[in-house]
C-alpha cells in the first residue's frame, strides 16, 4: 500500500481489502451494507419479474443504506469516493463473509478492530 497526503493508494485488490474492512469495523455499519447489498439482488429479481426499471433502484438503495451508515454511524468518508471499482467489489466479499459467518474471521485474521 502506498499513500500520499491526498488519498491513499493500493497496488493490489489484496492491497485495499484490509483498508476496506478497517473502514467497516462498527457491526451495524456492516449491517446497514448487508441490508444494502441485499436490495440489489431484490431490485434484480424485481427487474426481472416486474419492470427492468427497477433495476435502477439497486444502486440507489444500496448506496443509501452503505453511505448513511458511513455518516451516520462509522463517522468516515466512504471508500467508494477513492476507489469505486474495488470498493464493489468488496463489499460483495463483505456480503458472502458475513452471509456465511466468517466476517469476524476475517477482522481477526487482518488484526483488525471488529466492534460487535
Known amino acids: 500500500m502506498k499513500s500520499d497526503k491526498e488519498k491513499q493508494t493500493f497496488d493490489s485488490f489484496a492491497d485495499f481489502w484490509p483498508f476496506y474492512l478497517s473502514q ?8 446497514w451494507h448487508f441490508v444494502g447489498t441485499s436490495m440489489v439482488f431484490l431490485c434484480i429479481a424485481a427487474s426481472l419479474m416486474y419492470h427492468l426499471w427497477l433495476l435502477l433502484l439497486a444502486p ?9 451508515s458511513h455518516f451516520r454511524i462509522e463517522g ?19 456480503f458472502g463473509l458475513i452471509l456465511t459467518g466468517r466476517i469476524d474471521e476475517e477482522f481477526a485474521k487482518h488484526r483488525l478492530p471488529n466492534e460487535k
Open 60 to 68: 440507489v438503495l444500496a448506496y443509501g443504506c452503505a453511505w448513511y
Open 76 to 94: 468516515n468518508r466512504p471508500a467508494t469516493f477513492g476507489h469505486p471499482f474495488w470498493s464493489l467489489r468488496a463489499d460483495f466479499r463483505m
Open 24 to 31: 467497516h469495523h462498527k457491526r451495524l455499519t456492516r449491517t
